[in-house]
């Protein structure tokens, strides 16, 4: 059976802009389409995302098309820049609409983000991209998402004003090693996964 994966980039930026954090996630997006994997790409900004903790706040509020995808997905990587040390406000807005819904479990009483792996990236040109993974995975974590282990893939330059990611050349050792890894880790466990669920005694929401 094929896999879903869905990318959710946070970027502060809108429509074609150039996205530091797309071209990153972009890479990994190679390597999850060379395993067979089913991948889309969602710029956030680009979707009228209200605030609240509603499932459809109304208004034309977009977030119920993009929790349907969350929820057909095997894998779902959020991508976020680094803004003052911290992921973006859009990226705390997306992770607040999905913990709205944590409750929302599937037919075996399971949280419908059980057996669903997740993934994050960041950029910046400062200090920041450990803080900002830890802070978007631990919080997936408590509410049912798998974390495979070494999914947070980063690049981050100099200290102060400096060259982005793709101003810098995209060729940093590490950054790649870290890519593969996320990449890798994220498409094996949500293949055991859909072998071999979660099983839902004694982990339930009912």
């Not at 499932?55 to 034309?60: Q, T, V």
Request: proline share 4%; net charge neutral; charged share 20%.
């Amino acid at each position: 059976m094929t896999l879903k994966a869905l990318y959710l980039n946070t970027s502060l930026k809108h429509g074609d802009e150039q996205s530091n954090t797309e071209a990153l996630m972009r890479k990994s997006m190679e390597i999850l389409k060379n395993e067979g994997v089913e991948t889309e790409f969602l710029r956030v900004s680009d979707y009228n995302i209200k605030a609240g903790m509603s499932p459809d706040m109304g208004n034309r509020d977009q977030w119920p098309m993009i929790f349907d995808k969350i929820i057909g997905s095997d894998i779902i990587i959020m991508g976020t820049p680094v803004w003052n040390g911290q992921k973006s406000s859009i990226a705390s807005l997306v992770m607040e609409r999905i913990y709205a819904q944590s409750s929302e479990t599937a037919e075996n009483g399971q949280s419908k983000y059980y057996n669903k792996v997740f993934g994050a990236i960041a950029t910046g040109n400062e200090d920041g991209a450990k803080e900002a993974g830890a802070s978007i995975l631990s919080r997936m974590a408590n509410i049912g998402f798998t974390i495979p282990p070494n999914t947070l893939a980063y690049w981050v330059g100099d200290a102060g004003p400096g060259p982005s990611y793709i101003e810098a050349g995209q060729d940093n050792e590490f950054t790649k090693k870290q890519t593969k890894m996320l990449s890798y880790n994220l498409v094996h466990m949500a293949r055991i996964l859909k072998n071999n669920p979660i099983p839902a005694v004694g982990n339930t929401l009912k």
